[in-house]
DNA sequence: CGAATTTGACCTGCGC
DNA sequence: GCGCAGGTCAAATTCG
């Protein structure tokens, strides 16, 4: 396997698009640095692209372990599941936004010959997925799908919200 | 040796 | 109901 290194800085090159999937009316997107991205109203110009309206209702019915379970509940109405996508030029499909994440999938997409990458937060506690996938259309392009919200600090402390903000710069000069 | 990745199987929703 | 497409699981494998 090929264990690619992060983005750094200088792999990133433009920062073309934001989309802001939202599923719910939830207002509530602390702590987000896509917030702060859609806030600088820099090249991170956020589009409400589409809203998914698929509930995505998946709560692993397990059959076999049916027994003294009572969790119902694990389904928990609060569908406030918002989804930011990225689409992003850059030769690596591996952003280092400061998180650990663990890959746990990876399909080929139908209309796209590049296959779509599953990550997961390594968190505990933090369910927080994303997705990475490349356009068949051109190959600099990479599109990474964030799904949730993170509620634990940064993992790597090199990489706090000031470099965060080195990087929206370096975009913005480069874009 | 522990953690992360790979990869095929499995599950679910949707359209026909 | 069937097949397809997208999403997830988990055992095996690989890497640091």
Redesign the pocket.
């Known amino acids: 396997?090929?264990?690619q290194s992060p983005a750094s800085h200088d792999q990133i090159l433009s920062l073309n698009n934001i989309y802001d999937i939202c599923d719910d009316k939830s207002k509530q997107r602390n702590g987000s640095f896509l917030e702060l991205m859609a806030s600088m109203g820099g090249p991170a110009a956020a589009a409400i692209v589409s809203r998914d309206s698929?509930?995505?209702?998946?709560d692993?019915?397990h059959p076999s372990s049916s027994g003294n379970e009572v969790d119902e509940f694990k389904e928990k109405k609060k569908s406030k599941k918002c989804r930011y996508a990225f689409q992003t030029r850059s030769q690596v499909d591996i952003l280092d936004d400061g998180y650990?994440?663990?890959?746990?999938?990876?399909?080929?997409?139908?209309?796209n010959k590049f296959p779509?990458s599953?990550y997961r937060c390594?968190n505990q506690g933090c369910n927080v997925?994303k997705?990475v996938q490349r356009l068949s259309k051109d190959d600099g392009v990479v599109v990474t799908t964030y799904e949730g919200m993170h509620s634990h600090p940064l993992e790597k402390s090199t990489d706090n919200f000031e470099n965060i903000l080195t990087q929206m710069q370096i975009y913005h000069t480069t874009n």
């Open positions: 396997m090929f264990h698929s509930k995505q209702r998946r692993h019915d650990r994440w663990r890959k746990y999938g990876q399909k080929s997409v139908k209309n779509r599953y390594t997925k997705q």
